[in-house]
């Protein structure tokens, strides 16, 4: 059975937990609104195993801030996950930051 996805904010940082993926990341898109307001950093150094629709999401998650005139920041990147970041060719859109500034 795969972890369930669970998420806080503190301060500028939205800090998952969990797996995200296919399964678990629809509660999550659908309480998007309003989740990123205020939100410079998405730490992702609690998530277990993240897929190529988790990778999506955070796509669009930078892409919000960006049209709203914020940026987003991932922190937390995994050797995995900067792997996965890395075959997609998204290295440049998704910006990895050492670590959060809460």
Known sequence: MADELSWHAQGQTLI???ELNRDTLPTLWQQRQGLLDGIRFLDVSGLKRV???GVALMLHF???Q???G???ALTGVTDRLRTLIALYKLQAILPCAPSASV
């Open 16 to 18: 998952l937990r969990g």
């Open 51 to 53: 897929d190529s629709a």
């Open 62 to 64: 930078y892409h919000h």
């Open 66 to 68: 960006q049209q709203r």
């Open 70 to 72: 914020a940026t987003l």
